[in-house]
């Protein structure tokens, strides 16, 4: 456990499949090999949809706040239709 652990706090490349299973199999022989390509696949950085998915978070919750600043509400509406110009004149 404590060769996992160190492994885990190693700064570098990613590990490839069969780096990660040279580091395994000598410990646990039997060592899954689904798990392994779940390991591999973890230890990707992310790609290109992931950036896509948080710009369009981004995007849409951006649009959802100026739509709910833009409601028609008369507590908001009524002080600002009834402010008057410097020059006097109602705007």
Do not use: C, H
């Not at 570098?12 to 779940?38: H, I, N």
């Amino acid at each position: 456990m404590k060769r996992l652990q160190k492994l885990r706090l190693e700064t570098g490349a990613p590990m490839t499949l069969e780096e990660l299973r040279v580091a395994v199999v000598d410990v646990y022989p039997q060592f899954s090999e689904k798990v392994l390509m779940q390991a591999t696949k973890a230890n990707q950085p992310p790609g290109l949809f992931s950036k896509i998915k948080w710009a369009t978070i981004l995007l849409g919750s951006s649009v959802g706040v100026l739509w709910v600043v833009n409601l028609p509400d008369p507590m908001i509406r009524w002080p600002v239709a009834q402010r008057r110009s410097p020059l006097g004149k109602q705007l």
